[in-house]
């Protein structure tokens, strides 16, 4: 069955390899990037069921048009992809105000505000997906990825709520935790203004493998990322999270063992009985 698609963030990466092959296995597609010109080819190969728009969604205009434009071209929304995102880079310490607003503007206000305007029309076909595009920081912390993880953070909590606010509506939320992709993430990822000495030791190392994963033979490609999501549209399971990548899965089990052990061993402390 053909369905509509508002996917955010298609110039590069996970969110391209998804708007092709969305595109490719016939559904519409509603193609957006904050530079539009990145997805001419996109357009040209795929022009019977590719729409291009122009979506910043941090501009509260942008993202009402973009909806709008998919009213217009396809009558409405299907699956809305929240995969628009960027890294900012910095110790806790080193990330200043502006910076921290800036990733929280556009990593998760910008996420929130698409999606409260996508959900009036599913609810009203009484159907939808919503897509929530996390990672493994959205559920463990990495050095120097403080500012992204605590917006990932945000989102996988947003995501929650509303998947239980939804309930009986026919729209299913889920929370898509890719591993480690080999896309440009890190390279265009933004460093902190401020370097503080002390975090060096530990942030640089990790961060260095963080700028090199377009290029890491063991990386993911984004092909499997976009298969993933192809193949969960199409079955009919709804799960709330679903981890993408082997290192995906092996990173959300240990993070939730990480997480029981340390409810464990702190209620032992406090001479608490727990399951």
């Not at 369905?3 to 969305?22: K, N, P, V, Y």
């Not at 729409?51 to 699956?79: E, H, N, T």
């Not at 493998?209 to 063991?218: E, K, N, P, Q």
């Amino acid at each position: 069955m053909s369905r509509r698609w508002l996917i955010t963030g298609c110039s590069t990466g996970l969110g391209r390899a998804l708007a092709e092959a969305a595109a490719a296995a016939g559904h519409r597609v509603l193609a957006t990037a904050r530079s539009p010109e990145t997805l001419g080819g996109l357009g040209a190969r795929f022009a019977a069921n590719v729409v291009i728009k122009k979506l910043d969604v941090r501009d509260p205009v942008d993202c009402a048009s973009a909806v709008a434009a998919a009213v217009r071209a396809f009558g409405g929304v299907d699956v809305l992809v929240n995969n628009a995102a960027y890294g900012q880079l910095g110790a806790v310490e080193e990330v200043g105000d502006e910076e921290l607003a800036r990733q929280f503007e556009t990593n998760v206000f910008g996420t929130w505000r698409l999606t409260r305007l996508v959900l009036p029309l599913m609810r009203a076909q009484g159907r939808g997906d919503v897509l929530m595009v996390s990672s493994a920081a959205g559920h463990m912390a990495f050095p120097g990825l403080g500012a992204y993880t605590a917006t990932k953070y945000a989102v996988e909590g947003l995501a929650d709520t509303l998947g239980m606010e939804l309930a009986g509506t026919g729209v299913h939320v889920t929370i898509l935790e890719p591993g480690m992709f080999a896309t440009n993430w890190g390279e265009s990822a933004v460093d902190s203004y401020r370097h503080v000495e002390a975090y060096r030791p530990v942030v640089d190392p990790f961060l260095a493998g963080v700028r090199g994963l377009a290029d890491r033979a063991t990386a993911n490609p984004p092909l499997l990322f976009a298969e993933t999501v192809m193949r969960y549209v199409e079955g009919e399971h709804r799960p709330s999270r679903l981890p993408i990548g082997a290192d995906g899965w092996q990173m959300a089990l240990d993070s939730a063992e990480k997480t029981r052990a340390e409810i464990h061993d702190a209620a032992k402390a406090a001479g608490v009985l727990v399951g």
